[in-house]
């Protein structure tokens, strides 16, 4: 039976995934590398929170309950007492792939083993521990506490055992699981990031400014929010990370990354999270 969940990684998407589950009831055990990015999550979930009250869908003492059920640690050895877990660090395989290694060396046999990551194959993830029916990808979409959606996606090994447990949990956390399989950016990824990038390859090109770009998808496509504003939402780094899984697992050159892109997180505008992207915030 899963009651303690635990989440690795107290940034945008880690923080959402917490309070989800602390507001459905769970106990969680969220960590990170500093103690800086821990208070700064738990600062992001009361913020969150604060905003579902002032809403009216939550009450003071219903806030209270789920921070008091989020406990924080830089300590991965904490994570023995999770009955599943949650990766939610930076799109970096590397580290990713450190994290299982330890993950699998700390956790209880059998414990499941998941990924929010955008795009690398959980296949590729799972090969870093002993235990790859246990190892499944389940990426959230951002803001964590408003989108519905959670892709759920086996890796070559991930067992039905797994995947049943995985959908059955996003469910009780109120999202809606869909089934993807493991091929690059998955479903959403594949779909969404050549759309931003063709959106960058129009302002790169000087077919549209920001704002035209971003008035179009919206007024003529209906869609709540302009690409280049939802790149910025993302972070230009995790699009530029997503495109280049993109481009290199499927050989095809329709997922280049736009030079414009790279120029930006070169330039360490990363969108929202630095105060400038396309948008200066």
């Not at 450190?98 to 296949?123: E, H, K, M, Y």
């Not at 930006?264 to 999270?273: E, F, H, I, S, T």
């Amino acid at each position: 039976m899963i009651e303690k969940i635990g989440v690795v990684g107290a940034g945008q998407m880690g923080a959402g995934i917490a309070q989800v589950a602390a507001m459905n009831g769970f106990s969680v055990i969220l960590s990170d590398i500093s103690e800086t990015f821990l208070d700064s999550g738990v600062q992001r979930i009361e913020k969150s929170l604060s905003s579902f009250l002032k809403k009216g869908r939550f009450t003071e003492d219903e806030k209270q309950e789920a921070l008091g059920r989020v406990e924080t640690t830089v300590q991965l050895k904490a994570f023995e007492a999770a009955d599943y877990v949650v990766e939610a660090v930076i799109e970096d395989e590397g580290l990713k792939l450190d994290v299982f290694s330890q993950l699998d060396i700390i956790c209880r046999p059998g414990v499941i083993l998941a990924s929010n990551t955008s795009s690398i194959p959980i296949t590729r993830i799972a090969s870093a521990t002993k235990r790859p029916a246990e190892v499944i990808g389940m990426h959230f979409m951002n803001p964590v506490p408003l989108m519905q959606l959670v892709e759920v996606i086996r890796g070559l090994s991930t067992s039905d055992k797994t995947f049943e447990a995985t959908e059955e949990l996003a469910v009780k956390l109120n999202k809606t699981p869909v089934a993807a399989n493991d091929a690059p950016g998955f479903i959403s990824n594949r779909i969404l990031l050549p759309m931003i990038n063709e959106a960058v390859f129009a302002l790169f090109e000087g077919v549209g400014t920001v704002e035209a770009i971003d008035s179009v998808m919206k007024l003529g496509m209906n869609h709540p929010m302009g690409p280049l504003e939802l790149a910025d939402l993302i972070g230009l780094d995790t699009c530029l990370s997503i495109l280049e899984v993109l481009h290199e697992g499927f050989g095809d050159p329709k997922y280049r990354p736009c030079p414009l892109l790279r120029k930006y997180v070169d330039a360490g505008n990363l969108g929202r999270k630095t105060g400038r992207g396309f948008y200066v915030y």
